[in-house]
Nanobody, 134 residues
Framework: QIQLVESGGGSVQAGRSLRLSCAAS????????MGWFRQAPGKEREGVAG?????????????YYADSVKDRFTISRDNAKNTVYLQMNSLKPEDTAMYYC??????????????????????WGRGTQVTVSS
């Protein structure tokens, strides 16, 4: 059983930055897939960023980004804290949404499409709100 708790959301002006955190407990994130998804009012949930965390520290993690956030957002992890982060820079009003953290353990072969597909069964946090004003 894993528990995911998101934090770091808030209200900011366009162009500013926020860093979201997803603290996991009950299971280690190492060797598993972790992703960030978001859902705005009236819209379907969409994938934002994902990371397949290598259990072997000599192997580089694999990251995935939605085209709309690539080069603005960065996903990272701290295995010692069992936490995944989403650094969000150059925020836009279109980024306003509830952001959710998700975990997929013993994931099969990962592709960008699967990584960012919100329909894939995963464990979910309760979300943290991000509001970007113009």
């Amino acid at each position: 059983q894993i528990q995911l708790v998101e934090s770091g959301g808030g209200s900011v002006q366009a162009g500013r930055s926020l860093r979201l955190s997803c603290a996991a407990s009950g299971r280690t994130v190492s060797g598993n897939y972790m992703g960030w998804f978001r859902q705005a009012p009236g819209k379907e949930r969409e994938g934002v960023a994902g990371i397949y965390i290598a259990s072997d520290t000599t192997i580089r993690d694999t990251t995935y980004y939605a085209d709309s956030v690539k080069d603005r957002f960065t996903i990272s992890r701290d295995n010692a804290k069992n936490t995944v982060y989403l650094q969000m820079n150059s925020l836009k009003p279109e980024d306003t949404a509830m952001y959710y953290c998700a975990a997929e353990f013993r994931a099969p072969f990962m592709t960008k499409m699967r990584a960012l597909d919100p329909r894939v069964p995963r464990d979910w946090g309760r979300g943290t709100q991000v509001t970007v004003s113009s």
